[in-house]
């Protein structure tokens, strides 16, 4: 059996998440870890009102699938490949061993400010579902200008995009959407445009910084959203952690390359349930289970069973 661990991306967070993370002196462990790092008490970054923050959503995000993949280790339960959406891939290069924890939280920490100063306010996402890849476009075209900008900004599914935009264009999107007959047009919670070039200024800033941080290879694949490739050497790893926040994501691509390459199911980190049901969508015959609705003996017996398939 080959467990994939997929960890999500901003939009999964709802408050309180770092608080249901399980009992365990391996979560413990990492929540100690990163509110020494930060100098703040990460515990505090879930709640209502922190949440309206880039950079508490980020870390938290972080800091959960760092949290939940070490405690799943010390119970047995391993990957043999991981893969992350847009900022859950630094989770995922933490879970690989490429990247340590503590570099990880101060990259994080830089790239959520990176975005917020891009684009301080009037900018979002939007999730389409139940339109072809070239509906979508078609809409994008028809609204996309210099007062308007908007893009195509993840590729999650034959049926499931998102667009990164102002918004106005997001706003007119969502209604050309729905006439379109779309089963889902609406804004998510992100207050950045993410995966498109208006982070073309947060991405060249964030290489910056990141070019004296020490990226190894990883000791198992990490499957990039930027060309949904395998990525085993240390320049790899550096690249999509440095770019591809301005880049779009091909999370369906990610998915099928990572059945491809022998997974044989597939554990959400938390928070959210999101790309577990994108995983079981394009891929019902391979299970599937997110960490938000399962214990961590749930997810030895989940293990097993798999392995038993």
């Known amino acids: 059996m080959s467990i994939a661990f997929l960890f999500p991306g901003q939009g999964a967070q709802s408050p309180g998440f770092l608080?249901?993370?399980?009992?365990?002196?391996?979560?413990?462990?990492?929540?100690?870890?990163?509110?020494?790092?930060?100098?703040?008490?990460?515990?505090?970054?879930?709640?209502?009102?922190?949440?309206?923050?880039?950079?508490?959503?980020?870390?938290?995000?972080?800091?959960?699938?760092?949290?939940?993949a070490r405690a799943l280790a010390a119970e047995g339960v391993a990957p043999a490949m991981v893969a992350g959406l847009s900022v859950g891939s630094f989770a995922a290069a933490v879970t690989a061993g490429a990247l340590a924890l503590a570099d990880a939280l101060r990259l994080v920490d830089r790239r959520a400010r990176l975005m917020e100063q891009a684009c301080p306010a009037g900018f979002g996402m939007v999730a389409v579902t139940g339109l072809p890849q070239r509906r979508v476009?078609?809409?994008?075209?028809?609204?996309?200008?210099?007062?308007?900008?908007?893009?195509?900004?993840?590729?999650?599914g034959p049926a499931e995009f998102v667009?990164?935009?102002a918004d106005a264009a997001l706003d007119r999107a969502?209604?050309?959407a729905q006439q379109a007959g779309a089963r889902r047009a609406e804004r998510l919670a992100v207050a950045v445009p993410s995966h498109c070039p208006l982070m073309d200024g947060a991405a060249a800033a964030l290489t910056a910084a990141i070019e004296s941080v020490p990226v190894a290879a990883p000791r198992i694949p990490v499957v990039g959203n930027r060309r949904a490739r395998a990525l085993r050497d240390a320049a790899a790893v550096w690249e999509e952690l440095a770019t591809n926040l301005?880049?779009?994501v091909r999370w369906s691509?990610?998915?099928?390359?990572?059945?491809?390459?022998?997974?044989?199911?597939?554990?959400?980190?938390?928070?959210?349930?999101?790309?577990?049901?994108?995983?079981?969508?394009?891929?019902?015959?391979?299970?599937?289970?997110?960490?938000?609705?399962?214990?961590?003996?749930?997810?030895?017996t989940f293990a097993a069973r798999a392995g038993d398939r």
Do not use: K, W
């Open 19 to 68: 608080h249901r993370l399980p009992d365990h002196p391996s979560v413990a462990a990492t929540l100690q870890e990163a509110t020494t790092v930060l100098g703040r008490e990460i515990l505090e970054l879930d709640g209502g009102a922190a949440l309206q923050s880039t950079v508490a959503v980020q870390l938290g995000l972080l800091v959960a699938g760092v949290a939940t």
């Open 137 to 156: 476009e078609a809409i994008i075209g028809a609204i996309h200008g210099p007062a308007a900008p908007l893009y195509l900004a993840n590729l999650n």
């Open 163 to 165: 667009l990164s935009g």
């Open 174 to 176: 969502i209604e050309t």
């Open 246 to 248: 301005a880049h779009p």
């Open 253 to 300: 691509d990610s998915v099928t390359l990572m059945a491809e390459h022998g997974a044989t199911a597939f554990l959400e980190m938390p928070p959210g349930t999101v790309l577990t049901r994108l995983a079981a969508a394009e891929f019902p015959d391979l299970p599937g289970r997110c960490m938000e609705s399962l214990s961590l003996s749930g997810a030895r």
